[in-house]
Each structure stands twice: as C-alpha cells, then as structure tokens.
C-alpha cells in the first residue's frame, strides 16, 4: 500500500500502527500525523532500530495494510 494512503487515512490506521508499535503513545501519534519520516525517527528512538531497521518494519506494515484491505 502506498504510504500516501495512509497518510491520508491516519485516523483509520492510528489504532493499527498503536497495536503494532504499543510505546507510542496517543500524543506520538498526533505529532507524527501519518508522516512515515517521523514514524521512522520515533521508532528508532523509542525501540533502538536503526534506521534500515526503521524503514524496514514500516515498509512491513504498509505491505500488510495493502493484503489486510483486499478482502474488503
């Protein structure tokens, strides 16, 4: 899934992105409002990754909205 969508969806994906990554906290996620740069530098923060690490699971979870949507 493009990232571009879920930007532009953040409220549908908030909950999602707050299950998978459970320390950022409701004001991380309203700082971030879907920018996938700071979702990167926050998870790098908060959980140590570096940043291929970073983009890595992100791009993990893109790919998982796109197949987790098909259905609908």
Do not use: H, P
């Not at 459970?22 to 996620?29: A, I, M, V, Y």
């Not at 700082?31 to 970073?54: C, D, F, N, P, S």
Request: glycine letters at 12%; a positive charge.
């Amino acid at each position: 899934m493009s990232w571009n969508r879920i930007e532009g969806n953040w409220m549908e994906y908030k909950g999602k992105i707050r299950e998978k990554w459970g320390k950022l906290t409701d004001q991380d996620l309203q700082v971030i409002k879907g920018k996938r740069e700071q979702l990167e530098g926050k998870l790098q923060q908060l959980y140590g990754k570096t940043v291929e690490q970073a983009k890595q699971e992100v791009d993990e979870f893109a790919a998982g909205c796109d197949t987790s949507s098909r259905g609908t």
